[in-house]
Every structure is written in C-alpha cells, then in structure tokens.
C-alpha cells in the first residue's frame, strides 16, 4: 500500500516529442504528489507538484494529469529537450498523525532524448 | 527553495570504519530526512531527524549503524558506521519547506572497499 508504481523504465524520446511518465499509488491517504528531476551526480531537483483538488498542473513545457478515481498520475514533457536527459522520480506523500511526513518515491525513468 | 550542502561530496573508505556526512542548509527548518539512493536506484528513506527530538528510524535502519544528530535547525550529520562494501551508495539529505515540499542536497557518494 506504501508503493508507488513508475513506468516506463527507460523512455527514448526523439527531440521535439512528448515524453510521458506515469505512476500509480494504492494509498488513499496521499495527498501530495511531486515529480523530481535528478541528473547524474546531483541530487533530485523538484520539477512540478500537485495536489488532488485539482486535475491538471501546468508549468512550462511541463504537465501533471492527476485521475483521483483511478488513483494515477503521470509527467508530460512538451517538447523534449536533449537537455531533459535525466532520470524522472514520482513521489508521494501522506501526513501520518500530524508528525512526520513521508515521501514515497517511484522506482524512477530514466530519459533519453535524442537530438 | 534553499541552498543545501553536503561534506563530503564523495569518499572513499575501507570497511570496518565509519564516515560521518554533514549537512547544512541556508535557512532553519523543522524537518531534515536522510536518504539513502543506491546505484541506479530509488531513494530509500533513512531517518528523519527533527530539532530537539531523537531521529526517527525507518524499517530495516537502526540507530547503531546509522546515528544521527541534529543539533540545531540548519544542521545535522548522519555517521555510517563500521561499513562494508554493501554500504556503498549515495546518501542525500533534504530539508522540508513549504508543507510537504522537500528540497535535496548533492548527494555523498560513499564507496567502501
């Protein structure tokens, strides 16, 4: 229940096309869901987060589509980038009694586009 | 967001001693988590380590392997301790801002031969 499930594993895009990640969770609880963007040698950076009062959050060439009753949400690169080459984490989180909150991360994607 | 640093960025260590990895962050935060990101991994949550509180453990990490102080609210310092070759990885810290937004360090790349 505490997972958090990404697809694909590796993605090759070509430069210019729509990359898309998915994720789907099980617990009901979460209520925060950030998408990180982590290059090699760096620590995971925040790229985009939304929360499940709304549908859709948009920023730049970059999109989270949130479906609440099918508990899935999923990353749309607009306009690859060869500088979008990374590895994509989805994450989740719930607060548990008011104390700590947890980040659950997908297993990750790694990225490739091609020039 | 803030900025957030690591000692040291990398090691290299023999098995059987311990390293300890410092964070420090530009600003005070309530709430700092140690990660642990193995080669080509997700990341696994350590421990979270409040201001003035013991660090809170996750499943399959214990206090004697993984120590942790936080000794005020723009530091802390995570000990891994008589380490072995399964200990290599990478240990990230990240700090909480905004209300369930976590911000990361560089990451320490520890190997232990």
């Known amino acids: 229940q505490q997972q958090v499930k990404q697809s694909p594993q590796s993605l090759i895009v070509q430069k210019g096309g729509i990359s898309i990640i998915n994720c789907a969770y099980e617990n009901t609880a979460f209520d925060y869901f950030p998408w990180y963007q982590q290059f090699p040698g760096k620590g995971p950076a925040l790229l985009i987060a939304i929360r499940p009062d709304v549908s859709e959050k948009k920023e730049g060439r970059f999109t989270i589509s949130f479906n609440k009753s099918a508990k899935q949400f999923s990353l749309h690169i607009m306009d690859s980038q060869p500088g979008d080459s990374a590895t994509y984490f989805c994450a989740a989180q719930a607060e548990y009694g008011g104390a700590t909150n947890k980040l659950i991360f997908g297993t990750g994607t790694l990225l490739a586009v091609q020039p | 967001s803030a900025v957030i640093s690591q000692k040291p960025s990398r090691d290299i260590c023999q098995r059987g001693t311990s390293l300890t990895i410092q964070c420090q962050v530009d600003s005070q935060v309530t709430m700092m988590f140690w990660y642990r990101q193995q080669p080509g991994q997700s990341l696994t949550l350590i421990a979270t380590a409040n201001q003035g509180s013991e660090a809170t453990y996750e499943s399959g990490f214990v206090i004697d392997k993984f120590p942790i102080s936080r000794p005020n609210l723009t530091f802390s310092t995570l000990t891994v301790s008589n380490m072995s070759p399964e200990d290599s990885s990478i240990y990230l810290c990240?700090?909480?801002?905004?209300?369930?937004?976590?911000?990361f360090g560089p990451g320490t790349r520890l190997l232990v031969l």
């Open positions: 990240s700090v909480e801002l905004q209300q369930e937004t976590q911000y």
